[in-house]
């Protein structure tokens, strides 16, 4: 395959590989340097062509979100997976037991309500679960609080089927720190800390506890780091993307995820018309400044002057001094504000070489 950019339909979803090599390059250089595990969050890609290039850099196996993600990537082979992802309801009961059959997979729990519907399931199937006790270290999404995290896991332990792993976190919560680095820096120490104190304490109870994970791509520079933690898992530094760029995560150049679209509509003063709306970004309300995506030119370099904050579903709307120059059938391309909801858009990426697109790949689990 080899297909000039400006033949390809639009909107279209690429991937500048060599940027994209170069971002699993520089995350398996820094995480080795902390001494831990790397095992990428799927969901970013949600492609089995990417998930084969992580783990030649040497990614231990992934993390993921959903059921289709977990059986997607055992049936590619992929012999360890954490589903980072509270299991609750029969369905999702019934496909851990499955899933967990199959070897190589690890849920996370948070509360014994989570824990005893698999833990039955699991005991009439005559499966072992194993798990990891999620520990809130400041999102206030899932988790347990630090403080009840030993009698929350001593409770789940006891119950037949499941076997405790280790402990996980999330720290999300970096995100609210903006560009102030130093801030989200000190942030993400904490998180790594708080969670080896806690596995420190589960020990201490009796409980083996050999994995400790910490995981985002904003916190990979820091929580990592904090001595006893033992595996990472940042799952947008593959493609990064504009939200990542406003925490001080990545420049623009290093963003291998963009969205290819023309310039369709000039009829009214001082707004220009893409073909790219919400149905090909990702309209993330929690992305950074609000925007839908940093406007770059044919060749992926940012263009001075273009915002790009309001879409309908397969219009974009471009506003800024920049667009005087931008003509009807001229092509653009945008860095997306969160790369992983912008793959859940599309059912397949170009990967890009130059102005060519060279290879193209599915993108499946996307539900």
């Known amino acids: 395959m080899n297909v000039p950019l400006a033949e390809l ?4 979803l690429l991937v500048d590989r060599a940027r994209m090599e170069a971002n699993l390059a520089a995350m398996a250089a820094s995480i080795g340097r902390a001494g831990v595990a790397l095992r990428p ?3 970013t890609s949600k492609c089995v062509a990417v998930a084969r ?62 824990a005893e519907p698999v833990s039955r399931a699991a005991s009439a199937a005559g499966v072992t679960v194993p798990f990891v006790l999620e520990v809130d270290t400041g999102l206030h999404r899932a988790g347990v609080d630090p403080d009840r995290a030993v009698a929350t896991a001593a409770a789940i332990a006891a119950l037949p089927a499941l076997e405790l792993r280790g402990v996980l976190t999330h720290e999300g919560h970096l995100a ?7 801030g989200l820096e000190a942030a993400g120490d904490l998180a790594g800390r708080t969670l080896v104190q806690v596995a420190e304490a589960l020990r201490a109870d ?7 994970s910490v995981g985002s791509t904003p916190g990979a520079t820091s929580a990592p780091f904090a001595e006893g933690v033992t595996e ?5 530094y593959v493609y990064f993307d504009s939200n990542q760029v406003g925490l001080g995560s990545a420049r623009v150049e290093q963003c291998a995820q963009t969205v290819l679209a023309r ?12 073909d790219a709306g919400i149905k090909a970004m990702s309209s993330d309300t929690i992305a950074t400044a609000g925007i839908l995506g940093i406007v770059c030119d044919a060749g992926g370099a940012p263009v001075d002057g273009i915002d790009f904050r309001n879409a309908n579903e397969e219009h974009g709307y471009l506003t800024g001094p920049g667009t005087s120059v931008l003509r009807v059938g001229d092509f653009l ?5 969160h790369a992983c909801g912008t793959t859940n858009m599309w059912s397949e990426v170009h990967f890009v070489d130059g102005a060519a697109a060279v290879e193209k790949h599915p993108i499946e689990a996307r539900y």
């Open 9 to 12: 339909p639009t909107p279209a």
């Open 41 to 43: 969050h799927f969901k």
């Open 53 to 114: 290039r992580q783990l030649a850099h040497g990614a231990t196996g992934f993390t993921c979100a959903t059921p289709a993600e977990v059986a997607l990537l055992q049936d590619a082979g992929v012999a360890d997976v954490l589903w980072a992802h509270q299991p609750v309801g029969p369905a999702k009961v019934a496909f851990a037991v499955s899933a967990a059959s199959r070897g190589g997979l690890t849920i996370a729990l948070d509360s014994t309500d989570a």
């Open 176 to 182: 609210a720190h903006g560009s102030d680095r130093a």
């Open 206 to 212: 009796g409980h083996a506890c050999p994995l400790v």
């Open 232 to 236: 990472a898992r940042p799952g947008t």
């Open 263 to 274: 310039v369709t509509s000039t009829q009214r003063a001082g707004t220009v018309i893409i």
């Open 333 to 337: 391309r945008i860095v997306p504000n």
